[in-house]
């Protein structure tokens, strides 16, 4: 099969490096798929998707139907992720069900493996859902996303794959009210791309997207985000926090449109990245499109090192360089992992995290 | 304890001390005054081992061991402690992560068991009550959004938590007022002034050592101690100003 994939000759493409993909996609499964428990952080309903297919004698489905998803896109890799796969929807006033978030988990033996999935809150329905990419091999996914008035989504993502590549796309559509948190962490050894596109398309939306992505050796992690505010009274914040080492690259580039109609919009977004080598690299691409007049867009870029007054104060009292340093750098990323509404979620993520800056995991 | 001999030292290859020596007993305080500039604080620094500030000629021992051999974090975990004039804001840590940390890591390198987390907040509640600050500040992130004195108490509390066996305190006394002073003062006094133990303090005026009554006073001036005398000497300091002494 020969993938037509975009190259950096493309703006929107530019830090990406998608060379390896296609001979990831052929590449034979370098990892039996794991037969122990996995460590579940929520009790409620789990899916386990090995290869981007469903295990079910260790998934509980309860109300999430496996099929044809129904969705398309023109997006150059979500295109890729067609046929069979998960579509949550919930019913007026409905709620995921009881017992902590939705949990799935993705492993990925080697390979290319591609899963679409539909999420559909009527108004008023909420859910939260924590979703983890594990193994190896190129894990391709496309998430389309329909919320309707007032209807509530939190996400939590983590990409801790060993090897490989995992790339995101989503695709939301907001309406009145409604409100999407969506936190995302890069903390493995593989590479990624996270994709979206998220519209405001009710007044008084609310939209949150964004998340800490941790690169050493030669990793790319790469973030493209674009969110559109259609409507008024919408509010927006990207939070990204980004840390390169060795020869590493971590992209973000951020993008908010505010449309003509879309009148007191608040928006908001932060992009920081730090450097823990000179060798590595950080791009930071913040960009506002703004057509409305009566609105409020914030917007900070930044990229450093860490602070060496901080370290010597810390060493000063007897903490080891490789632990202050690990320390500061968590204390860098904290905020965007914070933004994680469950608990249990937020304690794994940060632990993750913590695992990845001691260099253990 | 401490033993300095003859110590050259330079900052962007500037040369600031020029010939110090300087002996400190255990359960001795030593003042150390001087003007702007004379080289107190990269004293301090250099002792602590902060990077950028290179050793050129001289010895430093602290308890017999070469201390100009070991790291700043070497350095506390043998019983040094460095009251900052400036101390460093942290966010995203918090004073009671920070401190847990530091103390356990010198536990360790000294091969003792590391404190539980009931232990070590009793520790700090003690030092906090002592000193002033509520637990609930020792919870925030280190420093953010202290005012300059509740920065100097937090010293403070951490030397108290610390417990260590040398302190250098540089310029603890800038930025209190009268109250703070003595709060500080009497921390100084309860914790560091036993027989096993010494401080050096550095400090341009002489309001602290009101509170906290040193053994000797030095002057530095030229990178170098020029006069050595008692607790008077910081007084005829204060009347006279260094440009007479120093001279």
Redesign the interface.
């Known amino acids: 099969m020969t993938l037509a994939l975009p190259t950096p000759r493309e703006e929107a493409w530019r830090w990406s490096d998608l060379s390896d993909l296609e001979a990831l996609a052929v590449a034979p499964a370098t990892m039996q798929a794991p037969d122990g428990d996995f460590h579940w952080i929520s009790k409620g309903p789990r899916l386990l998707f090995v290869d981007g297919k469903l295990d079910e004698g260790r998934s509980r489905i309860d109300g999430i139907e496996i099929g044809s998803t129904g969705i398309a896109s023109g997006h150059p890799l979500g295109k890729l992720a067609t046929g069979t796969g998960w579509t949550l929807a919930l019913h007026r006033d409905g709620a995921s069900p009881p017992g902590g978030p939705i949990e799935i988990i993705h492993v990925a033996t080697g390979g290319a493996n591609h899963l679409p999935a539909h999420i559909i809150l009527a108004e008023d329905a909420q859910a939260s859902i924590v979703e983890t990419y594990i193994g190896d091999g190129w894990a391709n996914r496309l998430t389309v996303i329909e919320m309707g008035r007032s209807a509530r989504l939190m996400r939590a993502i983590r990409i801790v794959q060993d090897s490989g590549f995992t790339s995101l796309r989503d695709e939301a559509r907001l309406d009145a009210g409604a409100s999407l948190v969506t936190t995302l962490l890069g903390a493995g050894h593989g590479s990624s791309r996270i994709d979206a596109a998220i519209i405001l398309d009710g007044p008084g939306a609310f939209a949150e997207h964004g998340g800490a992505l941790l690169a050493r050796d030669d990793q790319r992690h790469d973030a493209a985000v674009v969110l559109r505010h259609a409507r008024e009274l919408g509010t927006s914040r990207q939070l990204w926090r980004a840390v390169a080492d060795d020869k590493a690259t971590a992209s973000m580039a951020a993008r908010v449109e505010v449309a003509r109609d879309a009148q007191k919009t608040d928006a908001e977004q932060s992009l920081r990245g730090l450097m823990l080598k000179r060798t590595a690299t950080i791009n930071l691409k913040p960009e506002l499109e703004i057509f409305a007049d009566d609105v409020k867009c914030a917007h900070g870029a930044t990229v450093g090192e860490l602070?060496?007054?901080?370290l010597?104060?810390?060493?000063?009292?007897?903490?080891?360089?490789e632990?202050?340093r690990a320390?500061?750098t968590?204390?860098?990323i904290?905020?965007a992992i914070s933004r994680i509404g469950d608990e249990a979620a937020r304690d794994a993520f940060q632990a993750e995290a913590e695992q990845w800056l001691e260099g253990r995991s | 304890m401490l033993n300095i001999e003859n110590l050259h030292a330079e900052v962007d290859g500037k040369s600031i001390l020029k010939g110090l020596s300087l002996t400190l007993n255990p359960g001795e305080i030593h003042a150390i005054m001087g003007p702007n500039g004379a080289g107190k604080s990269t004293l301090s620094y250099v002792l602590a081992g902060r990077p950028g500030y290179a050793v050129t000629e001289g010895s430093v021992t602290f308890d017999g061991q070469d201390l100009l051999a070991l790291a700043p974090h070497e350095r506390a975990a043998a019983g040094l402690f460095l009251g900052f004039q400036y101390p460093v804001e942290i966010p995203g840590v918090s004073n009671v992560q920070f401190l847990r940390e530091a103390l356990n890591a010198q536990r360790k390198i000294r091969g003792e068991e590391p404190l539980s987390g009931a232990d070590f907040l009793k520790r700090a509640r003690i030092q906090a009550d002592a000193l002033g600050l509520s637990m609930d500040m020792l919870k925030r992130p280190v420093n953010v959004g202290f005012s300059g004195g509740e920065k100097k108490r937090n010293e403070m509390v951490q030397m108290g938590i610390i417990d260590p066996k040398l302190a250098i305190l540089d310029e603890t006394d800038s930025g209190l007022d009268i109250d703070a002073l003595r709060t500080v003062g009497d921390g100084i006094n309860r914790i560091m002034r036993t027989p096993d133990k010494a401080v050096l303090l550095i400090t341009h005026y002489q309001r602290l050592l009101d509170y906290v009554k040193p053994d000797f006073v030095h002057v530095l001036a030229g990178g170098r101690i020029v006069r050595t005398g008692g607790a008077e000497l910081a007084h005829e300091l204060e009347r006279e100003g260094y440009g007479a002494i120093a001279a």
């Open positions: 602070d060496e007054r901080g010597f104060y810390m060493m000063s009292r007897g903490i080891p360089p632990r202050a320390l500061l968590q204390a860098f904290a905020d």
